[in-house]
């Protein structure tokens, strides 16, 4: 098996982690912080809105089973990537819509497909940012698996655009 790391932001990390976990070659997910400048940041600082993190999901999958181009497009599926700094009811620029690629080969695979839907979908309207990973911190153990758990926390997910 040969695996690769992604990471995304898109909006409440719940229903995104729900989301990233049905699809077949996600060996694992995550949910945490990534992007900011706080180190070691907790739920409470990032939703201060003084630590720079985006509540993100960081996906280790099989490439062999699923590709970085194939989480993209779902990514872009499951979330509004027209709103800047929101997803549905959320507020704020942790719920901000972004990719955090790990190497200039994801990075041009993301801008690409991008490029495509805000041609072809989005009109010149995506917001999704595109930034280096660097530090990803883990979410406190009661946000992880927590749509799998409680059945909540999928607000805005699944989201699909009225042209």
Known sequence: ???????????????VQYFFD????VIKTVVGYSGGHTKNPT????CSHTSGHAEAVKI???TKKVSYETLVRHFFRIHNPTQLNRQGPDVGDQYRSAIFYSNVTQKKKAQKILDELNK????GRIVTTLEPADQFYPAEDYHQKYTQCTGRGMCHVAYEPID
Do not use: E, L, N
């Open 60 to 62: 280790v999958f099989d």
């Open 1 to 15: 098996m040969t695996s690769q790391k992604a990471i995304f932001a898109a909006g409440c990390f719940w229903g």
């Open 43 to 46: 739920y409470k600082q990032v």
């Open 120 to 123: 072809s979908q989005f009109h």
């Open 22 to 25: 049905m699809v077949p070659g």
